[in-house]
């Protein structure tokens, strides 16, 4: 069935450093994929999506590219900041129609 | 303009006890979703309902779990005979149609806590 697996955390980074959280996923057809964000205390929501192969999703300076070549979805930010520290969850929905998240993984920026 | 919302936000029970926890959908959409987040853990997918058909409850745990969602809005997720491991954040999302591509929209959550 459809999975998807991402980068254990935590992972703790320096302010203005670059960040990269990897995800792969397992899938038949062509899946879309996302990326939600759980900031402290607060609920899950929608980060940034990419629905069809070489789409790039963005927002808040985050960005993913969907490559179905290597079944990847990577969140990358080329400088975080402390506000950033939460919890990123990968996730896919595809021929089933649920969304299937990944494990998650907590993300620690040191001022 | 509101958003999905769940009660109550947190629930404190002794096991054994039964527990019912609500969701109130975004209107107009006809996707709901539960889930269960377990402390330092990923989301468990626990059962969908799609408008008028048969809900996929292929991740509820055990048989003490249920769930309804009466005249396509809201839903009851039910927990009888509650155990400690039954402990987490349940998590209610709403999606508008099963097109793909369509992100869900999460509640904040009911903090459960079997004492």
């Known amino acids: 069935g459809d999975s998807v697996t991402q980068m254990e955390g935590p992972v703790t980074l320096s302010e203005e450093a670059f960040l990269t959280i990897n995800c792969t996923y397992t899938a038949t057809g062509y899946p879309s994929l996302f990326w939600y964000v759980q900031y402290p205390g607060e609920g899950l929501q929608l980060l940034l999506k990419?629905?069809?192969?070489?789409d790039k999703g963005s927002n808040k300076g985050f960005e993913a590219t969907y490559r179905k070549e290597t079944t990847s979805f990577h969140l990358e930010k080329g400088s975080v900041q402390v506000s950033d520290s939460a919890v990123y969850f990968c996730?896919?929905?595809?021929?089933?129609?649920?969304?299937?998240f990944g494990s998650g993984t907590r993300l620690s920026i040191r001022p | 303009g509101a958003g999905v919302s769940q009660s109550p936000s947190n629930k404190v029970t002794e096991k054994g006890k039964d527990v019912e926890l609500r969701c109130d959908p975004i209107s107009g959409h006809t996707a709901l979703y539960w889930y269960r987040q377990s402390l330092g853990q990923g989301l468990e997918f626990l059962i969908y309902?799609?408008?008028?058909?048969?809900?996929?409850k292929s991740g509820l745990p055990s048989d003490r779990f249920s769930a309804e969602r009466t005249g396509g809005s809201v839903s009851t997720l039910t927990i009888q005979r509650t155990q400690q491991e039954d402990s987490a954040v349940y998590l209610c999302?709403?999606?508008?149609?099963?097109?793909?591509?369509?992100?869900?929209?999460f509640g904040d959550g009911t903090r459960l806590s079997i004492l």
């Open positions: 999302a709403s999606s508008p149609d099963l097109v793909m591509g369509q992100p869900q929209h």
């Open positions: 996730a896919l929905s595809g021929s089933a129609s649920k969304i299937i």
């Open positions: 309902f799609q408008g008028n058909s048969a809900p996929d």
């Open positions: 990419a629905t069809k192969a070489d």
